[in-house]
């Protein structure tokens, strides 16, 4: 796995709760998660080889009307995993707790 960009520097190195933008291929769209917040889930190829699963929330950002081989460039917090890693915060913060975040899709922001 080549180190090309923020996401596979996070994941190479370990790193989790921080907050990074890039960009990749949506290869899988999951059923959204419906525990509590909502959100749309999807898998994301990035550059360096590492799969991420993007959790964005629904209840606070509009849908993001995507395709398995669209590109998405987003800004979010990253989780590391063994699988790759989990972005969310994906979208804005009404309390302003957190900075906010966006998933970007055919020029248009979500978030």
């Known amino acids: ?7 596979a520097e996070a994941f190479r190195s370990r790193r989790s709760d921080v907050v990074l933008e890039d960009a990749g291929v949506v290869v899988k769209t999951l059923p959204d998660d419906n525990e509590g917040s909502r959100h749309q889930r999807f898998i ?18 509009p849908r993001v009307p995507l ?37 970007e899709h055919d020029g248009k922001r979500y978030g």
């Open 1 to 7: 796995m080549g180190s090309s960009g923020p996401v």
């Open 44 to 61: 994301v190829d990035m550059p360096g080889g590492v799969s991420i699963l993007i959790a964005h929330n629904i209840d606070l950002a």
């Open 67 to 103: 395709r398995e081989g669209d590109t998405v460039a987003f800004k979010g917090e990253y989780e590391w995993t063994e699988k790759g890693g989990t972005v969310h915060w994906t979208h804005h913060d009404p309390k302003q707790w957190h900075e906010d975040g966006w998933v």
